[in-house]
């Protein structure tokens, strides 16, 4: 079975991308090639694990009038013509999100194969929403946006993909705990909190972060992960108190995530889908602070899923000061039994098989079952 994943542009689409190609070639046998454009990271990241990557041209809908505006149905017609020959070699093509994948699903359509979408997010894209009248089946990954997707073949929820790695964290937690502590140069005896903003990191939270930790500065039974994005680490470790009781341990990017999820007792972060799955995967508390300007408040939507699950605590982007989030920190680190309660829910909520769940509703889709 040939099996074509378009998609890319931000690592939050590009892992669950490559979590569910692994899938395909492991679980199914499936021969899988991904296609997405030059300058987004899949042309570093898919190469890099081992997967044929082709470039297709493609650029985001402007919703303002503009040049780009106006270049758009050119680029995308275009596009869709050189994606032609690709799709007529594949049995099935899998958009998994972000303008990368709008061409090659647009391409499919033509060609007469068969697509299955993947949302990532509570609320569906625009892209997504179009393109899935015409989609064989749409896989999402919370509850909110299957109900938004009523009317169409086939909705599944299959939640979101994560790598591997992270998966392994709940039965491996105390092996890789022990790692991280040496890793990370992280204190066993304290109880660890989590703070990020997603691969590019985010300055606010940052700013808040320092603030906090200076607040918390006598806290001599806890310690702070800081991963602050790599263009402002120096600025925000500069910062950052030296010497206190409290420790803190600062890093611009740590690309072994699943180290810090078993560390850590909560995270405090954005609400992107990709790190919403892997959070409840790996059951672990959150306090989450959405971006305020995704897309239709997509980031907030996933934020309040999980608190309606009761596995988050979520802070508005507005609300955020230094003093509000060092109350916020203590009010949920020092209360045991109301961690683990959200703990157990997060578990709940998460779905560390959804690469596994994903790859059969494709296999099933090319095979018309």
Do not use: W
Not at 165 to 193: F, I, Q, W
Not at 243 to 268: D, I, Q
């Amino acid at each position: 079975m040939k099996v074509l994943i378009a998609g890319g542009g931000t690592a939050g689409h590009v892992y669950p991308a490559l979590a569910v190609g692994r899938r395909l070639v492991a679980d199914h046998g499936a021969e899988v090639r991904f296609a997405g454009t030059s300058f987004g990271l899949e042309a570093q990241l898919v190469p890099a694990a081992g997967f044929p990557f082709v470039e297709v041209e493609a650029a985001p809908l402007v919703r303002r009038l503009s040049a780009g505006l106006l270049r758009f149905p050119f680029v995308m017609l275009r596009s869709v013509r050189r994606c032609r020959p690709l799709v007529e070699d594949v049995d099935v093509v899998v958009g998994m999100g972000g303008y990368a994948s709008g061409p090659a699903v647009m391409a499919a359509f033509k060609a007469g194969r068969p697509v299955v979408l993947h949302e990532q997010n509570a609320v569906p894209g625009l892209a997504n929403r179009f393109l899935s009248r015409r989609a064989a089946a749409t896989a999402v990954s919370f509850p909110d946006a299957q109900r938004r997707f009523r009317g169409r073949s086939r909705v599944e929820l299959t939640g979101n993909p994560i790598r591997e790695e992270v998966a392994a964290v709940p039965p491996d937690r105390d092996r890789l705990a022990k790692e991280a502590h040496g890793e990370l140069d992280l204190d066993p005896e304290r109880r660890t909190v989590l703070v990020f903003g997603g691969s590019q990191g985010a300055l606010h939270i940052d700013r808040a972060a320092v603030g906090a930790c200076r607040l918390l500065r006598d806290r001599s039974d806890l310690q702070i992960l800081l991963l602050t994005g790599r263009a402002h680490h120096a600025v925000i470790a500069d910062a950052l108190p030296e010497r206190e009781p409290l420790l803190v341990r600062s890093l611009p990017f740590l690309e072994r995530m699943e180290l810090a999820y078993a560390s850590a007792e909560l995270a405090v972060c954005r609400a992107g889908a990709t790190t919403v799955a892997e959070l409840t995967a790996c059951g672990l508390p959150s306090l989450l602070i959405p971006y305020p300007y995704a897309t239709a408040r997509h980031q907030e939507a996933n934020a309040r899923s999980l608190q309606r699950a009761g596995a988050a605590s979520v802070m508005l982007d507005d609300e955020l000061t230094a003093e509000e989030l060092a109350e916020r920190i203590v009010n949920l680190i020092d209360h045991r039994e109301r961690l683990d309660a959200m703990a157990a829910r997060a578990r709940a909520a998460g779905r560390p098989d959804a690469a596994q769940r994903l790859a059969r509703l494709v296999m099933a889709t090319a095979e018309g079952a």
